[in-house]
Structure formats: C-alpha cells, structure tokens
C-alpha cells in the first residue's frame, strides 16, 4: 500500500496544530510534520521497510537547522560527515511535539497481538536539538491498540489502519 496519506493532532491544551503528510516517494516513505506551537517543520526519510533513513529539522531557517542521516550500516552521522557514536544502536527517531514517530517503529517491526519489543530512538529536542538514545517498549495489546514505556512512563493509546496514533491522552488529540 503505497498511497499517501495524512493526519491532523492538536496537542492537549490546544497550544498547537499538527499537520502530517506521509507518501511514497523515490522507493520509500517520505514524512513531513508542520507543528505549530513550537513552530517546527521537519521532514523523515524511511526505506520502504520504514527504516529511518534522514532526519531534517526547520526552526526558523530555509535550511535545516538539524540534519541527520543513517547509512547503510545503521551508523548515524550529521551533514558534515560527523558520525555520532553516541547514537550507535538507534534504530528509531522520537520526536516529543508528534505523535508521529511511534508509527515508524510499529510499521517496521509489525508486531502481532500480545507481542511485545524493546526499541532505541534518537530522541532529538526541538528547542536545544540535543539527539540522546532513548529505549522504549512497544506492546501490541489489540489490534489497533498499543502501549508504549518509556523513561518511567506509560502511555496506552489506538490506531487507524495504517498504525497511526488517535488520541495520546494528555498529550495529543487527532482532528483528522
């Protein structure tokens, strides 16, 4: 299934919008976020598997104000060729203004009802853009329903049919 498609969340307390379009592009999937509130732009680059595979970030510039990119071997590096060591076993993005990056990993690893899986994701900070691994476990509860754990927290939520997220309670709410 490779149309595109879309989704809508206002966060919480409605201090921001979210508009997502995610399509088929050049052999893979291609995701960009407008995020109002804090005011970003970015643009995710995954394999047609939903492996990430380059990360851009716009604040307030025409050009990226973070770029990062995984290679062939899962090594993450910067736009200068950096490569960033302390990202090694990362196969994941996490954003905290979308709920957007959970699909990436619910997508790649396509987990059947009652399994469960521990994941790391470059976490990056939108403000700072700072980029800590971060774990997370994924259990798939139904089947549109997840739960998610993360740094002491947990967090249950549901669906559509492309494993997008509807609501994250206190966090996100889907308009569309």
Same mark, same amino acid.
């Given at each position: 299934m490779t149309e595109p498609f879309g989704a809508r969340w206002s966060s919480w307390d409605d201090a921001g919008i979210e508009d997502l379009t995610v399509r088929w592009d050049n052999g893979g999937w291609t995701a960009e976020g407008e995020v109002g509130g804090v005011d970003v732009h970015y643009v995710i680059r995954m394999s047609? $598997?939903?492996? &990430?595979?380059?990360? =851009?970030? $716009?604040? %307030?510039?025409?050009?990226? %104000?973070?770029? =990062?990119? *995984?290679d062939r071997f899962g090594r993450w590096g910067e736009v200068n060729g950096a490569i960033r060591a302390d990202l090694a076993g990362c196969e994941d993005l996490s954003l905290a203004c979308t709920p957007f990056t959970h699909t990436i990993p619910l997508r790649r690893l396509g987990l059947a009802i009652g399994a469960d899986v521990?994941?790391? @994701? @470059? !976490? &990056? %900070?939108?403000?700072? =853009? /700072?980029?800590?691994?971060?774990r997370r476990h994924y259990t798939r509860l139904g089947e549109h329903r997840w739960r998610v754990e993360s740094d002491g927290a947990?967090?249950?939520?549901?669906? #559509?049919? *492309?494993? &997008?997220? !509807? #609501? =994250?309670? /206190?966090?996100?709410?889907r308009l569309g």
């Open positions: 047609e $598997f939903w492996e &990430v595979r380059q990360f =851009l970030l $716009f604040r %307030d510039m025409q050009e990226p %104000d973070l770029w =990062l990119a *995984r521990a994941v790391t @994701a @470059a !976490h &990056v %900070d939108v403000e700072t =853009l /700072g980029v800590v691994p971060v947990t967090e249950e939520w549901d669906t #559509d049919e *492309r494993w &997008v997220a !509807h #609501d =994250l309670p /206190g966090r996100f709410r």
